[in-house]
């Protein structure tokens, strides 16, 4: 059953240094204040997974905190290029980087296996391309009943996910509604969860479609009001595109990012 | 880029229009009314809002993040904007777009870009040069591998420059042809691969026999000359070359008066 706990202590106690961890949410209710809290905590080795290391991981990779990355597109949507992210690539800065890349299809199929408790996912995807001579973990299986070859992808399973959502009630049952991406299957292929919130409710008013994540899959659950910004929380606030413009110059510039960095530090979450 | 082409004779007024507004354009008349088309970030975004204003209104807009059928009433700057869920007939998850909507084939056109396209049409969006030592990191996959795979047919439009029309991309992140005609069928990749691409010069199209990209179409105030001095292979040019038609007033005023949400708050 979730702990209903501050976000400081959910992260001291969820995430620890080499960790694997998947912070999700896609474009939406993307855990911004998780990620600012694990960059105050100065965790260091962790193996970073997330569809779309946007900003949200340009700022941890940059804070070093990490020293690997799962992805299937790394860049600032509708800006450009993630600038943390090249430099350590690039220069190893602030410490060296090693990737996994997949494209989205094989991750999300990767969070469905890990959430299906199965060891591999199956799909039509990656023939032709150059993906699986540098992905160690896709593969190719041939059908036990038409033989025919399909793309194979391990399953994904996270020692933490961290998603954020709109709200959740005291027994910890999180609701999240919108553009639900692949939260919910990051949640339950982890074998740790926390999930930020906009606020706690006394009662969870139904929402037509929204996904439900019970408290008994969830290890915590913090109030984070305005933790998805500058991505937007459906129903809550708007995203903030001038701050993805924004992030351009700061991440272009070690200094600029230096100083962006002390403001997160200086911060309590 | 921002070069006006020749005035169109006969009109009173001469319109002028930057290459990329005529590449918009193309790529919006490429789209055809009742279509249901998967839309990536960027050019083909603009280019399939704006088919959707003026000639194909029942234009069915798919993007990645799960929002289907969606009516933005301006241009997302991100694939997962909230005003394309809140337009949108239904919002699902992301393994739900790619497994149930994308992979059987039920998408009739798939709507890319990239950095590199080659003589095959295949699309590198990973990394100039080599994988383990780039010189030029990129964004990655993202959906395009299974959308060039999946889609009935792929319409690639990308700005058309030496650098990026290249003899054979430096990574396959999305198989156009592969390496010639019959190809794609041994990969097992189930749609027709790129029927078209759409340039701000002009388009090209797979040659029927070899699928190598001929140029079929010129822009208005392009030349032949022109087009091989950025094309990094020797390109050749359809016997029955044609000139596209100029942007109409229509066309230019309605994608002139598009915007991107948020875009007050930074002009």
Known sequence: ?269 | MTGTAEPVAGTQQAPTWTADEMMSIAAARALRDGQVCFVGIGLPSTAANLARRLHAPRLVLVYESGTLDTKPAELPLSIGDGILADSALAVVGVPEIFNYWLQPGRIDVGFLSGAQVDRLGNINTTVIGEYDEPSVRLPGSGGAPEIAASCREVIVVMRHRMRAFVEQVDFVTSVGHGSGRGDRELLGLRGAGPVRVITDLGVLEPDPDTAELVLTALHQGVTVERVRAETGWPLQVAADLVFTAPPSTTELETLRGMRTVGEKETS
């Open chain 1, 1 to 269: 059953m979730a702990k209903i706990v501050p976000l400081p202590q959910a992260v001291s106690e969820l995430v620890h240094d080499g960790d694997t961890v998947a912070l999700e949410g896609f474009t939406h209710l993307i855990p911004f204040a998780a990620g600012h809290e694990i960059i105050r905590q100065h965790r260091r080795d962790l193996t970073l997974v997330r569809m779309t290391p946007d900003l949200v991981y340009d700022q941890m990779i940059g804070a070093g905190c990490a020293s690997k990355l799962v992805f299937s597109w790394g860049g600032n949507p509708g800006v450009g290029s993630l600038h943390r992210m090249r430099d350590a690539l690039a220069n190893a800065w602030p410490v060296p980087l090693e990737i996994e890349e997949h494209s989205h299809a094989g991750m999300a199929n990767r969070y469905v296996a890990g959430a299906s408790g199965v060891p591999f996912a199956v799909l039509r995807g990656y023939s032709g391309t150059d993906l699986p001579n540098h992905t160690d973990t896709i593969s190719t299986v041939q059908c036990p009943f038409t033989g025919e070859r399909l793309a194979a992808v391990a399953a994904l399973n996270p020692d933490v996910a961290i998603v954020h959502a709109q709200r959740a009630d005291r027994d910890g049952n999180v609701q999240l509604w919108g553009i639900t991406g692949v939260q919910k299957e990051a949640v339950l292929a982890s074998r740790r969860s926390l999930a930020t919130v906009e606020e706690i409710v006394d009662e969870l008013t139904p929402v037509p479609g929204a996904v439900v994540l019970p408290g008994w899959v969830l290890d915590a659950v913090a109030t984070a009001p305005g933790g998805a910004a500058p991505s937007y929380a459906h129903g809550y606030y708007e995203r903030d595109n001038a701050a993805y413009r924004a992030w351009d110059a700061i991440s272009r510039d070690r200094e600029a990012f230096l100083r962006w960095r002390r403001t997160i530090e200086e911060e309590a979450a």
